[in-house]
């Protein structure tokens, strides 16, 4: 079987002109690319001169820089939230109490490049955290325990003036304040749910004396009606028998007694026959028979 010859394939190598070619462009792509620095809306660039902050600050869009020389730090001048770590304070009374809240903030846009050089990018650990702390221990224990949830409006707005306030020399500008949560000692929370429970048993019982009262009331009420309507009866009944009695007369009496004999006269023995006055019945009877005529 004879043997295939191996084809040799020759790779030719790029020329020097053209190596040096593509490694200008190559330079000059990067160097037209590092021209340019792109600012998201709602930042603010901090622009860095071999490491130096400028007083330049970058707004959004499309800005121009010196390549490799001057670098572009963006800056969030946005509201942003930060949540406040926990808090430890004592209230006017020694009481232990816990505070845990939100602040909304913003970077004043005009001053991102003295916050930078001032503190960094890492400001809210360096100078929120630590304000906040020492307004709460400040501030709270000049509240006894027992107003600290009733004026926690007061303590916000207290709060939000002493920390924008504070905060202002860094330009950092302080939109809201809330508070996320109070808590106080377990054993002060309990004695408060003690004292709730106690108060709506005491409401209760107001309830249910109020409902008592009110039957009470219906039951007078429908007591008074009653006796009234038998006084009423009673007095009618009084006036009835009044009148009856006045109209019965011992004539009228003596008169239906003649219209119910029938003339014969009682069989006795002995004894006096019943005796009717005639004289009396005369003015009755004649009064009949002139009605009869």
């Known amino acids: 079987m004879p043997e295939r010859s191996l084809e040799t394939v020759d790779f030719k190598m790029p020329k020097p002109q053209t190596i040096l070619i593509l490694i200008v462009l190559l330079i000059l792509f990067i160097v037209l690319w590092g021209t340019f620095a792109l600012v998201p809306a709602g930042h603010r660039g901090v622009v860095l001169l071999w490491g130096s902050v400028e007083k330049r600050i970058m707004g959004e869009g499309l800005n121009f820089k010196v390549p490799i020389a001057e670098t572009v730090i963006r800056v969030d001048v946005k509201v942003q939230p930060h949540p406040f770590k926990e808090i430890d304070a004592s209230s006017k009374e ?10 909304n903030f913003h970077i004043d846009p005009a001053f991102v490049n003295d916050l930078y050089q001032k503190v960094g990018l890492d400001f809210a650990d360096k ?3 630590p304000a906040f702390n020492d307004f709460v221990k400040e501030v709270v224990p000049t509240y006894p325990i027992g107003e600290i949830l009733p004026k926690r409006e007061e303590i ?3 709060a939000m003036k002493k920390l924008g306030d504070n905060l202002s020399r860094y330009h950092i500008i302080v939109d809201d304040i809330y508070f996320a949560n109070i808590r106080f000692s377990p054993e002060y929370e ?19 004396l109020a409902q008592r009262e009110i039957e009470a009331q219906q039951k007078v009420a429908t007591s008074k009606g009653e006796a009234e309507a038998i006084l009423v009866v ?8 009044d009148a009856l009695s006045r109209s019965i007369s011992p004539i009228l ?9 029938n003339g ?3 069989q006795v023995s002995g004894g006096a026959v019943p005796f009717i006055d005639l004289g009396k019945m005369g003015g009755l009877s004649g009064g009949t028979e002139g ?3």
């Not at 009481?95 to 809240?101: D, E, F, I, P, S």
């Not at 309990?190 to 249910?208: D, G, L, P």
């Not at 009673?234 to 028998?241: C, D, R, S, T």
């Not at 009496?253 to 004999?261: D, I, M, N």
């Open 94 to 103: 020694y009481q232990m109490v816990k505070m845990t809240g939100m602040m």
């Open 127 to 129: 100078v929120i955290d």
């Open 156 to 158: 916000r707005q207290r």
């Open 190 to 208: 309990k004695a408060i749910e003690a004292k709730q429970v106690a108060q709506q048993q005491v409401e209760t019982q107001r309830q249910v």
């Open 234 to 241: 009673a007095q009618g009944q009084a006036k009835a028998n």
């Open 253 to 261: 009496v003596q008169y239906k007694s003649v219209e119910k004999w």
């Open 264 to 266: 014969i006269l009682p």
């Open 291 to 293: 009605s009869k005529r």
